[in-house]
């Protein structure tokens, strides 16, 4: 893949894709040092160092650098043999950002394959390592730098593992995880001394085949969040492709999965409703899920992308059971008709309308899908230029974050070979606002044009500078720790929501956020992007505006609030009027 193919192809245009008492506590603002955030009362939290208004110094300009060796993360992903050979092999894993012990620092939980009987790979390892390979926890140290508390922390589990997601499922205040692998699910309880416990057996979830990306979201709004488990394909390890040295089976040689859902009974257990919910009636070959009110009717709804099968939305019906409305709404198909290799979406307002657009990474081209109301998406991506300059690569984990604080999304793409190992560089497209992007790849840094297999990717502003950065799984190798170093940036404004009559995680809630004459739109989402899971807390960038005018924050219990002016360069945490 060369640079120049896409550099040409994203020069052609400017792309079009397109009053209730509250309380609040404010953490303090960091300033370019990174130093580690401290609370602060209301209205007395120290105000970071601002940084520069977009135009104060030039324009903003997108950089990322790798910080992976100075930060302590030394994690290098295994798929397991001694070169790729299957589908479970080449789908990689996925990461997530998340406060496991409630520091005001987002901690990294990695997961990785292993190696496993020598019939399931093509190319078994002749000698196995020992340890063997596994996921691993890093603590926030708060100065940049990260230790591995893996083993203190027990989330070390046999398991080949693909993808994860958290949530406080039983509202006690404590960030849980759910680890989706090979053949099983593992439910990781938060014990709030550094430790989890696998509960799985204890909570009610029993899942067999291959369990990939899954999501947390308060289907039935009863304050406790109900777990959907997307399975991939019903993999058979046998199986060889004829022509072994050219290819592997793909998707299309297994049968397809159906997924799950199970129900929080608010207890520490769950009941399996795949089937009255109407889940279980569609067959798939899921690749990635994420849930979100994408209509606006309150109900958190379930998007399932798809390999090489039509895509699903599940529209939620209020009464337990979820309808698929993908086909009538534009999202079950690609470009030209086709079913697609759909890998990880996200859910985000792409245009700045007040609604929220749809994002998917594909194996080919990307789909900008903008809501245009009455359940229905209108795709943007042959129009927009991001698709097309993104259809050399195969495009795997993404984030849709404001990285230079301008007030305008922004894509990061990672990318990477789909059948081999062939390392590709990655993309930064920088939102120009009204759904218009410019490809910036080349001048985003090393770190991003550095060439390698990526697959699932998770973002969190981890040194609270107000940036977000970037952790990206690659398969088989060394992963990377992306350090946002945008220069010329602008204001921002990041909110942790803490539920009570709602779930604690505020999962499902929606923000509305007015600041400099502009409105922003965004929904605390859990799984989000390519088997992964993004911090809890919600970044806004705010451009050149000095203060927040009005925050509006609709709970899933239907509570609406509303918080008068905020300062900036800040993390506010919002808790739900009891």
């Given at each position: 893949?060369?640079?120049?193919?896409?550099?040409?192809?994203?020069r052609?245009a400017?792309i079009?894709?397109?009053?209730?008492?509250?309380?609040?506590?404010v953490?303090?603002?960091?300033?370019?040092?990174?130093?580690?955030?401290?609370?602060?009362?209301?209205?007395?939290?120290?105000?970071?160092t601002?940084t520069?208004?977009?135009?104060?110094?030039?324009?903003?300009?997108?950089?990322?650098?790798d910080?992976t060796?100075s930060?302590g993360?030394?994690?290098?992903?295994?798929?397991?043999?001694?070169?790729?050979?299957?589908?479970?092999?080449?789908?990689?894993?996925?990461?997530?950002?998340?406060?496991?012990?409630?520091d005001?620092?987002?901690?990294l939980y990695?997961?990785?394959?292993?190696?496993?009987?020598?019939?399931?790979?093509?190319?078994?390892?002749?000698?196995?390592?020992?340890?063997?390979?596994?996921?691993?926890?890093?603590r926030?140290?708060?100065?940049?730098?990260?230790?591995?508390?893996?083993?203190?922390?027990?989330?070390?589990?046999?398991?080949?593992?693909v993808?994860?997601?958290?949530?406080?499922y039983?509202?006690?205040?404590?960030?849980?995880l759910?680890?989706?692998?090979?053949?099983k699910?593992?439910?990781?309880?938060?014990?709030?001394n550094?430790?989890?416990?696998?509960v799985?057996?204890?909570?009610?979830?029993?899942?067999?085949?291959?369990a990939?990306?899954?999501?947390?979201l308060?289907?039935?709004?009863?304050?406790?969040?109900d777990?959907f488990?997307?399975?991939?394909?019903k993999?058979?390890?046998?199986?060889?492709?004829?022509?072994a040295?050219d290819?592997?089976p793909?998707p299309?040689d297994?049968?397809?999965?159906?997924n799950?859902?199970f129900?929080?009974?608010?207890?520490?257990t769950?009941?399996?409703?795949?089937?009255?919910?109407?889940?279980?009636?569609y067959?798939?070959?899921?690749?990635?899920?994420?849930?979100?009110?994408?209509?606006?009717?309150?109900w958190?709804?379930?998007?399932?992308?798809?390999?090489?099968t039509?895509?699903?939305?599940?529209?939620n019906?209020h009464?337990?059971?979820?309808t698929?409305?993908a086909?009538?709404?534009?999202t079950?198909?690609?470009?030209?008709?086709?079913?697609?290799?759909?890998?990880?979406?996200?859910?985000?307002?792409?245009?700045?309308k007040?609604?929220?657009?749809?994002?998917?990474?594909?194996?080919?081209?990307?789909r900008?899908?903008?809501?245009?109301?009455?359940?229905?998406?209108?795709?943007?991506?042959a129009?927009?230029?991001?698709?097309?300059a993104?259809?050399?690569?195969?495009?795997?984990?993404?984030?849709v974050?404001d990285?230079?604080?301008?007030?305008?999304?922004?894509?990061?793409?990672?990318?990477?070979?789909?059948?081999?190992?062939?390392?590709?560089?990655h993309?930064?497209?920088?939102?120009?606002?009204?759904?218009?992007?410019?490809?910036v790849?080349e001048?985003?840094?090393?770190a991003?044009?550095?060439?390698?297999?990526?697959r699932?990717?998770?973002?969190?502003?981890y040194?609270?500078?107000?940036?977000v950065?970037a952790f990206?799984?690659?398969?088989?190798?060394?992963?990377?720790l992306?350090?946002?170093?945008?220069?010329?940036?602008?204001?921002?404004?990041?909110?942790?929501?803490v539920?009570?009559?709602?779930n604690?995680?505020?999962?499902?809630a929606k923000?509305?956020?007015?600041?400099?004459g502009?409105?922003?739109?965004?929904?605390?989402v859990?799984?989000?992007?390519?088997?992964s899971?993004?911090?809890?807390?919600?970044h806004?960038?705010?451009?050149?505006?000095?203060?927040?005018?009005?925050?509006?924050?609709?709970?899933?219990?239907?509570?609406?609030?509303?918080?008068?002016?905020?300062?900036?360069?800040?993390?506010?945490?919002?808790?739900?009027p009891?």
């Amino acid at each position: 893949m060369r640079r120049g193919l896409r550099v040409s192809t994203a020069r052609q245009a400017w792309i079009q894709c397109a009053t209730r008492a509250a309380l609040v506590s404010v953490c303090v603002l960091l300033s370019g040092s990174g130093a580690r955030a401290q609370a602060q009362a209301a209205h007395g939290g120290q105000e970071a160092t601002p940084t520069a208004a977009p135009g104060a110094a030039g324009q903003p300009q997108i950089r990322f650098e790798d910080a992976t060796a100075s930060s302590g993360i030394d994690f290098t992903h295994s798929f397991g043999s001694a070169k790729l050979g299957s589908l479970l092999e080449g789908t990689g894993s996925g990461c997530v950002w998340f406060d496991y012990n409630n520091d005001g620092l987002p901690d990294l939980y990695v997961l990785s394959g292993r190696p496993l009987d020598d019939y399931m790979h093509p190319y078994p390892l002749k000698v196995k390592p020992v340890p063997p390979p596994h996921n691993h926890l890093y603590r926030n140290d708060g100065n940049g730098h990260f230790t591995d508390v893996t083993e203190q922390a027990g989330l070390n589990p046999d398991a080949y593992s693909v993808a994860v997601t958290a949530a406080d499922y039983d509202n006690d205040g404590k960030e849980d995880l759910l680890v989706a692998a090979y053949g099983k699910v593992i439910l990781y309880h938060n014990d709030g001394n550094g430790h989890f416990t696998d509960v799985t057996k204890k909570a009610g979830i029993n899942v067999d085949g291959w369990a990939i990306s899954s999501t947390w979201l308060d289907y039935d709004k009863d304050g406790c969040v109900d777990l959907f488990v997307g399975r991939y394909v019903k993999f058979d390890p046998k199986y060889r492709a004829f022509y072994a040295a050219d290819n592997y089976p793909g998707p299309l040689d297994y049968e397809g999965e159906t997924n799950m859902l199970f129900h929080n009974n608010c207890d520490g257990t769950f009941t399996d409703v795949s089937q009255k919910s109407g889940i279980a009636s569609y067959v798939g070959r899921t690749m990635g899920v994420t849930a979100a009110d994408f209509d606006g009717d309150g109900w958190d709804d379930i998007y399932v992308a798809n390999d090489r099968t039509e895509n699903f939305l599940f529209h939620n019906n209020h009464d337990g059971t979820f309808t698929n409305v993908a086909e009538e709404a534009g999202t079950a198909y690609g470009q030209n008709g086709e079913s697609t290799s759909a890998m990880g979406p996200i859910f985000a307002d792409l245009e700045g309308k007040g609604k929220l657009d749809l994002w998917v990474t594909d194996g080919r081209y990307n789909r900008m899908l903008s809501y245009t109301g009455h359940e229905s998406f209108e795709d943007m991506g042959a129009s927009n230029g991001v698709s097309q300059a993104n259809a050399q690569y195969v495009s795997w984990g993404s984030g849709v974050y404001d990285f230079d604080n301008d007030g305008n999304l922004d894509i990061l793409i990672f990318h990477g070979g789909l059948i081999h190992l062939i390392p590709q560089e990655h993309s930064v497209f920088r939102g120009l606002g009204g759904g218009k992007f410019a490809d910036v790849s080349e001048s985003a840094g090393e770190a991003v044009n550095r060439r390698s297999v990526a697959r699932g990717a998770c973002f969190a502003d981890y040194d609270n500078d107000g940036k977000v950065d970037a952790f990206v799984v690659n398969l088989g190798a060394r992963g990377t720790l992306l350090h946002n170093v945008s220069v010329n940036t602008g204001h921002w404004v990041a909110i942790k929501l803490v539920g009570t009559k709602s779930n604690r995680d505020g999962i499902g809630a929606k923000v509305d956020l007015y600041a400099g004459g502009r409105h922003y739109l965004q929904e605390r989402v859990a799984t989000s992007g390519y088997l992964s899971q993004n911090e809890g807390r919600l970044h806004f960038g705010l451009g050149a505006a000095t203060s927040v005018d009005k925050i509006v924050v609709r709970w899933p219990s239907g509570t609406v609030q509303t918080l008068g002016a905020q300062g900036v360069d800040r993390v506010l945490t919002v808790e739900e009027p009891k």
